[in-house]
């Protein structure tokens, strides 16, 4: 497939919208910088042509919280920079029921259901880490809803910035490029937010996954449109001062007891030391954890934390799960990227599929979710993955 196929897909899930009954569209999407951006392009968007438009912000897919959305009726169901990597999984509960669109732009597998319209730059002949985020790919989707949605590109390239290639890549080029042309932005700075790329997507960093349970992300989804006033500054350092408590203690924690180890794994579990913050403050830890002189250099990092009931906006999970991250020390990374060891894309959801749970990733980072009474099987799981 194409690129210029890419477009005609894009228009062609369009139609099937503007054709649908229904004006009332579930906005589901993801609760990072590049979540946030998308969901604050779709919503301006979409409630401009008189869609009723009701978010959902998740952290990750579970399951039962896909079933429930599913059971929906004369709904429109619309995904932002999540979905894709369970679109199966999507497909199958749908059961026709609902249109289906998915704006996303990470790993994915084409399905074959004209109620689920994947709209995924990965199957058309593009990359998805470097050549569009998930804010582009909404951007793209709401100016060919209305060209007037023109000015919404400065969005985008907030999301943009979570990308190596930040305002290069070959789909980025077309926000960047609409922004630049009318002004929204100037060396770098968004004009009408006062604010520079990097900034605005660091303070979406912080009220989406550490501010998720304290109306973070509808802030940050306002504050794209709006701009950081000193009410949501004064938050964001809020939210920073806690993360920075709660990670000094883990460390501490951590260097007191030691991290617990098998043959090729190094993993510890905080339990609930991070709750009242999103779960992603884990894949954080972990990241800064690879480079501590406490890591073995040539083990694989895990480290889990419990996860909150609460979705807010949404209701309860009715199970109790655990939230894994995983990263690489620097010597394993290199071993992973000469092809020596085993990346952390197929042994982490391997091994969270092995206990009944899901997960999805990159070679050097990934993470995942599972049921709380099986953390020893994940453990063995994941050596059995590594030696298999």
């Known amino acids: ?84 990597g369970q679109v199966e999984r999507i497909s199958s509960l749908n059961k026709r029921r609902n249109l289906t669109i998915i704006l996303d732009h990470h790993d994915t ?22 050549d569009a985020s998930g804010s582009v790919v909404s951007y793209l989707f709401a100016k060919a809803l209305n060209k007037e949605n023109e000015k919404l ?45 990097s900034s605005a997507f660091r303070n979406l960093q912080i009220l989406g996954p550490v501010g998720y349970y304290k ?20 938050l964001i350092e809020s939210l920073e001062e806690e993360r920075k408590t709660k990670t000094k203690r883990v460390l501490g924690m951590l260097y007191r007891k030691g991290l617990n ?11 609930n030391m991070f709750d009242g913050l999103g779960t992603k403050v884990i894949g954080t830890f972990c990241s800064y954890l690879s480079y501590q002189r406490i890591v073995d250099p040539k083990k694989y990092i895990l480290g889990m934390m419990n996860v909150r009931k609460e979705i807010p906006g949404f209701g309860r999970l009715e199970k109790d ?18 092809g020596k060891a085993k990346p952390l894309s197929y042994l982490l959801p391997a091994s969270c599929e092995d206990v009944g ?15 709380s009474d099986k953390k020893g099987e994940f453990i063995q799981a994941f050596e059995r993955r590594i030696n298999e």
């Not at 946030?36 to 912000?57: D, Y």
């Not at 799960?321 to 000469?338: C, G, I, N, Q, T």
Request: hydrophobic share 35%; net charge negative.
């Open 153 to 197: 590109a400065y969005i985008a390239l907030i999301g943009a910035q979570e990308l190596p290639s930040k305002t290069s890549g070959r789909l980025t080029r077309i926000p960047f490029e609409d922004a630049s042309k009318s002004g929204q932005i100037k060396q770098n700075k968004i004009v009408k937010l006062n604010i520079s790329f």
């Open 1 to 84: 497939m194409t690129g210029e196929k890419f477009f005609d897909y894009i228009r062609l899930a369009i139609e099937k919208l503007l054709k649908s009954k229904g004006k009332r569209i579930i906005l589901v999407h993801h609760d990072d910088a590049d979540g946030l951006a998308s969901a604050s392009i779709l919503s301006a968007s979409l409630q401009s042509e008189g869609f009723e438009v009701e978010r959902i912000c998740l952290e990750k897919l579970f399951p039962e919280v896909l079933e429930r959305i599913h059971q929906e009726t004369n709904s429109v169901i619309i995904y932002a920079d999540i979905g894709s």
């Open 261 to 271: 180890h098998t043959e090729h794994v190094q993993w510890f579990d905080v339990g």
């Open 357 to 371: 749970g899901f997960g999805d990733g990159h070679k050097y980072a990934a993470s995942g979710i599972f049921p």
């Open 215 to 234: 109306n973070g992300p509808d802030i940050g989804v306002n504050a794209c449109l709006e701009g950081f006033s000193d009410d949501v500054k004064k």
């Open 321 to 338: 799960y655990v939230k894994v991250s995983s990263r690489l020390p620097k010597l394993l990374r290199d071993e992973v990227e000469r």
């Open 109 to 130: 597998k084409h399905v074959k259901d004209d109620s689920v319209l994947n709209v995924n730059p990965e199957l058309f002949g593009f990359e998805g880490e470097t």
